[in-house]
Nanobody, 120 residues
Framework: VQAAGVGGGLVQPGGSLRLSCEAS????????MAWYRQAPGKQRELVAE???????NYVDSVKGRFTISRENVKNTVHLRMSSLKPEDTAVYYC???????????????WGLGTQVTVSS
């Protein structure tokens, strides 16, 4: 079981990017999928999350600019980032809470991280 994130790159201020996170392996149930980010010298913070009941949450700084959505068939969440600002520059990490088919309870899985750089 793993969570893997893709996307990211270099974009000018005001531009857009899409990140995708796919959970794969022997998954019984997806509790939550989310994106975190960590900028240099700062703590890792939750950016957006999508829970099993369909609810979503965002950090205040991205509300109205970022949208998280799910593709349940593909066990994937997408993070659409618009009106990007230089302060959005960070390494973005895919995060998932998954119940594997092994009989264990919910487990936390992190992706490796993908760099998002917003600069002119």
């Amino acid at each position: 079981v793993q969570a893997a994130g893709v996307g990211g790159g270099l974009v000018q201020p005001g531009g857009s990017l899409r990140l995708s996170c796919e959970a794969s392996g022997g998954i019984l149930y997806i509790v939550k999928m989310a994106w975190y980010r960590q900028a240099p010298g700062k703590q890792r913070e939750l950016v957006a999350e999508s829970t099993s009941d369909g609810s979503t949450n965002y950090v205040d700084s991205v509300k109205g600019r970022f949208t998280i959505s799910r593709e349940n068939v593909k066990n994937t969440v997408h993070l659409r980032m618009s009106s990007l600002k230089p302060e959005d520059t960070a390494v973005y990490y895919c995060y998932a809470v998954l119940t594997p088919r092994t009989g264990l309870g919910p487990q936390i899985y992190w992706g490796l991280g993908t760099q998002v750089t917003v600069s002119s």
